[in-house]
């Protein structure tokens, strides 16, 4: 679709509204070239010594009058046609806003968050201004210029329209002249910018070496020469700017002239009175503006159609995530994964060549836990994606209670998870909002107990307004392990009694100290309540006493078994099998962690 | 401060105001020329439709045909308003030198000014922020430059000049025009007191927009997996409407009380004028004299309201480029680091270390009375956990942050009294992130020193790097940096290490990368640390331990003391130690690491 088809379509949805403000913008331009007309009359009644008294008080008053309607009328379509464009605004961006709410994460990998959020904002914007301001302007330009020339020609004198018009196509061009120059130089100028910008990003990023070298002196001389060139362009572009004063100016006074030489020449002769004269000089200073609207008009076209181009393959995107399964709630049986291969699709939709996940395969009966382990990107946080349908394996498949998950609606699906994140996510809101983000009707005593079990109940309550205190972007800040807590917190209340059957935790206690982490634990085992729990973690204290652990290298589960088991496992050339070197590993880090000093 | 704040302190107006006048203050001399230019060209416009009544009310009402005066008059007007326009956009042009060139040194200055900023101040600042405050704020101060020279100073002359023209032609008629400019004013005023709310709303409702579309695009996973999509889209929906609201209200304001109401004004001011025209009249007859003021004045009323509602409208755009201009004012008050003022020079590069306390806040200490002396030329290895303070010590030989007295030393002087220039030439460092630009290795290394490329080969072949830069598609003309060559960790460190060797420093400090790096470039930096023996005194953080194997002396640090201290074999044979930990440690590390497919 084009731009011209959108605004088209919305004209036509809201075409009582354009229908009115046209009819106001006819009557206020037909008025507008009536009150020069209107003065000229009365200067010519005033002369002759015919508008004296009650006359001339009807005349002013009429002329108020007509400035009267004309406010009005200016007050009414401004009111009527801007907030129409307005509305425009709103629809796209909660269109734009609906569709993403739909997209896997497949749409997000391609595309840049800058990118989406300018989408949001200054394309919308660029689009309502071609609808608003744009189709008012060039409506209300065309119409003031056909008619005041069509006044000054067929109203007055075509002679002396004819002649004091001689100068404006020249003033037309040359603003197109200046336009052109004025684009080249602004670009220029915000090239020079961008330079000068990325120098001082990048210097400021590496200040430490600057200083290391002493090469602030070198530094600044360089700073200098891009201010400079900055400095250059902007005054070029300031000067094209400039230019069109002079372009009016010059016009004008021209064509005053030539009004007062020729019309006073038709005056000398009577065709013409000193008040059509004056009418003359009014009708002037009108012109001015739709020569202005002509190229503003056509920039700001310009930017809405370049606005829609990147809008528009955004909203018609087809959807990433497919959502055929017909089953709606999920039956918690043994969850069951089988020779799972799996590649990340490259930025250009083909496959990855190495493989996230490399022919796994697991049985985990309901209520057990499973701790996964191994290296980083060996595919465990891959494997909750893929539990989680937020991708499809290309090979094998996964079952839960006997039915696929493909079978299951989304819905369903999402319904039966709580998931805890490696990043944990908080949006600006309370943190009792927060925690209770996939049960919002949840009552505080619960959320109360959920965050106790995560041991962040005390933090939450030494808050400035306890669970009603605001966190996020522009809430208070929580330290990286309140975060994480938190984040517990809501996959707790999820899947408390009659929530949610599977528990995913993906690293989720990295920022947790391990004798709180060691509580929330004990805590997530104690309230069992029958859930199944996969525990995803870099620390081995972390998953000791699950059921089951596996470790998970290079995308296949090389180690399999309890604790203890995996202790005493031994490779076929005698070495101790990875999960019983890592223990040791760990054991010394922190051994080394703990050693005797002040604690912070 | 507050990045959304939308009307400024009376304060912050007054630090603004400052600003503007001391970079522009060499300007001065221009400045006043182009002023006086401005008023000549004003008097100029004025003058044309003077000449324009002189016609009409003395040749053309009454008839008296006087080719030569009446082509005198029309041509001294065309004359008149031709070269008014010229000087203006000369002057304006003058203008706007004035204000890039105040831009630009207002630029420079805040430029050096951060750069000597103690480093302290970058550990605190978002850098973000930091380079927004040079450019970005700069630029609004450009645009409040613009706005008050151009069209405040040159709106406020015309309107002064238009006046006195008036008053000359009929003081009356002038006084009644005059009642336009408290009219406007009035309107503008009105207008900014009743719009204020809508619009501050507007604006923080535009900010919770945006921040709700980034918030839910980078929290999508999780928006979707807790199922509350539809939940956030009406949120948004519901914020969207709010807004929309607002903007009506805002534009309620705009549409009664500004460009309507201005014309409106206009239209009256025509009214008025001729009223009491028509006034006048009643007595006797219309003095063919006063027709052509009547004509001039319609002329003139066009050229009052004009500036008159460019001087009003700017101000709300005003408005912001002076919260602007005050955060650059706060930040060229903020305290640069004190400029070391000794005169002392580093000599063969001993170092020592007496009694160092240390912590980056007050009640928070990182150092707990250290004890080193390092003699000129040996190899130092330092090792400790994270959080031991190994970097600490490191920023305080750099002259980073200010160490206490008398305790850190360089061949017997105080640190802090070692001439600036010496010091940066004698100690050099390798940091744990190195920092590339975007330019050719050859530039990377040099850093913009004045440098041959004898010596820069050179240096690149002392820090064993030469090899591989040849390597590279373009030898040393390869760009690397962003855009570039990608290179692995170790190249970079091997890279950063030519360039601290090309400045020939007499102490090398070497804060290693803890990401792993290969074999073959971890050999080189040995080497290449190792021929440095006995000419330049290096130490080392390492976290590879058999970087500094061979170490005349390892020191291990322990939540910020020194624990343990000795050469390598002799660590090694602490039963329970930390460095024999930590060697088991990495030991098993590496093991872990060459099992299993690469």
């Not at chain 1, 009527?80 to 569709?99: D, I, K, N, P, W």
């Not at chain 2, 001399?29 to 182009?34: D, E, M, S, T, W």
């Not at chain 2, 031709?82 to 890039?100: D, E, K, P």
């Amino acid at each position: 679709m084009t731009l011209a088809r959108l605004i088209g379509g919305f004209v036509l949805r809201h075409w009582r509204a354009y229908a009115a403000s046209g009819a106001m913008l006819a009557v206020i331009a037909v008025l507008g070239v009536w009150l020069p007309r209107q003065v000229g009359q009365m200067v010519d009644g005033l002369v002759a010594q015919r508008l004296q008294g009650p006359a001339l008080w009807r005349e002013i008053g009429l002329l108020l009058a007509a400035g009267a309607v004309i406010y009005g009328l200016r007050v009414a379509w401004r009111q009527m046609l801007y907030s129409t464009a307005y509305r425009l605004g709103v629809e796209l961006r909660v269109r734009l806003y609906q569709r993403l709410v739909q997209q896997g994460p497949r749409f997000y990998q391609t595309r840049r968050t800058g990118d989406l959020m300018a989408l949001a904002t200054n394309d919308v914007d660029a689009v309502e201004m071609a609808a608003g301001e744009a189709l008012l302007a060039g409506f209300d330009g065309t119409l003031t210029l056909v008619l005041v020339v069509a006044t000054m020609t067929l109203g007055v004198d075509w002679r002396l329209a004819g002649v004091v018009l001689l100068p404006f196509p020249a003033m037309a061009l040359s603003f197109w002249w200046i336009s052109r120059h004025l684009h080249a130089a602004a670009r220029q100028a915000l090239d020079a910018f961008g330079a000068l910008n990325d120098q001082v990003q990048e210097t400021l990023s590496g200040v430490r070496t600057l200083r290391a070298l002493g090469l602030e002196a070198r530094s600044s001389a360089h700073f200098g020469e891009l201010a400079g060139a900055a400095s250059a362009s902007g005054l070029r572009a300031q000067r094209w700017e400039a230019a069109y004063e002079p372009a009016v100016g010059l016009t004008l006074s021209a064509a005053s002239v030539l009004s007062l030489g020729f019309g006073g020449w038709l005056v000398w002769r009577g065709e013409m009175t000193v008040g059509q004269l004056t009418s003359f000089g009014l009708y002037l200073g009108q012109l001015i503006w739709p020569m202005f609207a002509a190229g503003w008009v056509l920039s700001l076209v310009e930017r809405g159609r370049a606005a829609w181009a990147r809008l528009a393959p955004v909203l018609d995107a087809p959807l990433t995530v497919d959502d055929h399964g017909r089953c709606g709630h999920v039956v918690p049986g043994t969850l069951r994964a089988e020779d799972l291969h799996f590649a990340y699709p490259a930025a250009d939709g083909t496959p990855a060549t190495t493989p996230a996940l490399a022919g796994l395969g697991f049985d985990l009966p309901a209520g057990q836990t499973l701790g996964l382990v191994g290296p980083t990107g060996s595919g465990k946080s891959t494997l909750l994606k893929l539990l989680q349908r937020q991708w499809a394996p290309q090979q094998g498949r996964i079952t839960w209670g006997g039915t696929a998950l493909a079978e299951h609606t989304l819905a369903a699906l999402r319904a039966g998870i709580a998931w805890v994140p490696q990043e944990p996510f908080l949006f600006s809101a309370s943190v009792a909002e927060n925690i209770a983000l996939a049960r919002p009707d949840a009552p505080r005593a619960e959320i109360e107990a959920a965050a106790r079990e995560a041991a962040v109940h005390d933090d939450i309550r030494r808050l400035p307004q306890g669970y009603d205190t605001p966190v996020g972007e522009r809430g208070v800040t929580l330290s990286g392990g309140q975060r994480q807590r938190v984040a517990i917190a809501r996959a707790l209340l999820a899947s408390g009694a009659g929530g949610a059957p599977l528990l995913l935790l993906d690293d989720a206690l990295s920022a947790v100290d391990t004798g709180t982490a060691a509580r929330i634990l004990a805590s997530l085992r104690q309230h069992r309540q029958g859930r199944t729990v996969i525990l995803v973690s870099h620390r081995l204290a972390t998953v000791m006493d699950a059921d089951q652990i596996a470790v998970l290298r290079h995308g296949r589960i090389t180690e399999h078994g309890s604790h203890a088991e995996l202790l005493a496992l031994r490779q076929p050339d005698g070495h101790a099998g990875w999960y019983a070197t890592q223990w040791r590993v760990q054991q010394i880090e922190s051994s080394l962690a703990d050693a005797e000093g002040p604690t912070a | 401060m507050n990045p959304d704040k939308a009307t400024p302190e009376p304060d912050e107006r007054r630090a603004a105001l400052a600003l503007l006048l001391r970079s522009a203050a060499p300007d001065r001399a221009v400045l006043r020329g182009a002023l006086l230019w401005l008023v000549l060209a004003a008097g100029l416009e004025a003058l044309g439709p003077v000449l324009g009544k002189a016609f009409i009310d003395r040749h053309l009402l009454p008839h008296r045909a006087d080719l030569a005066a009446i082509t005198g008059l029309l041509g001294g007007a065309l004359a008149a308003g031709w070269l008014a326009n010229a000087i203006r956009y000369g002057q304006l042009l003058r203008l706007a030198g004035v204000a890039m060139r105040s831009v630009q040194r207002l630029r420079e200055s805040v430029y050096g000014h951060v750069l000597r900023l103690p480093m302290a101040f970058f550990d605190r600042a978002i850098t973000g922020q930091l380079v927004s405050r040079v450019t970005n704020d700069t630029e609004a101060v450009k645009a409040l430059y613009v706005q008050l020279l151009f069209v405040m100073l040159d709106s406020v002359i015309m309107l002064l000049v238009m006046m006195v023209t008036m008053a000359l032609l009929n003081w009356r008629l002038m006084l009644i025009v005059a009642l336009l400019v408290p009219a406007v004013f009035g309107i503008v005023w009105l207008y900014q007191r009743l719009s204020a709310p809508a619009v501050a709303r507007t604006r923080a409702l535009r900010s919770e927009i945006n921040a709700q579309a980034a918030e839910s695009i980078a929290g999508m996973a999780v928006i979707q997996a807790s199922g509350a999509a539809d939940r956030f889209a009406q949120r948004f929906a519901d914020t969207n409407q709010a807004h929309f609201d607002s903007r009506r209200a805002e534009l309620r304001a705009n549409a009664w009380l500004l460009r309507p109401a201005l014309d409106f004004l206009n239209v009256a001011m025509l009214a008025a004028l001729i009223g009491v025209y028509g006034l006048r009249e009643q007595g006797g007859a219309l003095d063919a004299l006063e027709v052509g003021v009547l004509y001039a004045f319609v002329s003139y009323i066009a050229r009052v309201v004009e500036p008159l509602i460019q001087i009003t409208m700017q101000f709300s755009q005003l408005q912001q480029a002076v919260v602007a201009a005050a955060r650059v004012n706060t930040l060229l008050h903020e305290p640069a680091a004190p400029a070391a003022s000794g005169h002392g020079r580093v000599g063969a590069g001993a170092i020592t270390v007496r009694d160092l306390h240390f912590g980056y806040q007050p009640g928070r200490p990182v150092l707990h009375g250290l004890d080193l002396a390092v003699g000129p030329g040996q190899f130092i290895g330092i090792v400790g956990h994270t959080g031991s303070g190994k970097s600490t010590l490191l920023s305080l030989l750099l002259r980073f942050y200010p160490a206490p007295e008398g305790a850190l030393a360089i061949d017997g002087q105080p640190l802090a009294a070692i001439a600036d220039d010496d010091f940066r030439r004698s100690v050099g460092l390798v940091p744990q992130e190195p920092f590339l630009l975007a330019a050719s290795a050859r530039d990377n290394i040099a850093m913009g020193r004045p440098l041959d490329d004898a010596a820069i080969e050179a240096a690149a072949r002392a820090a064993h790097a030469d090899g591989f830069i040849r390597q590279l598609e373009r030898g040393y003309d390869t760009p690397l940096g962003e855009g570039g060559a990608r290179l692995s960790v170790g190249e970079k460190q091997l890279i950063a290490m030519a360039r601290a060797l090309a400045g020939q420093p007499r102490i090398l400090l070497l804060d290693e990368a803890t990401a792993h790096i290969d074999s073959e470039t971890e050999a080189r930096v040995q080497r290449a640390l190792g021929a440095l023996r006995g000419r330049v005194t290096v130490l080392a953080i390492a976290h590879r331990l058999s970087t500094i194997r061979d170490a005349d002396a390892i020191i291990v640090l322990n939540h910020g003391r020194i624990a343990e201290r000795g050469r390598h074999a002799e660590l090694m044979a602490v039963e329970g130690g930390i460095y024999q930990r930590l060697v088991q440690l990495q030991q098993l590390e590496a093991d872990e690491a060459s099992d299993g497919p690469a």
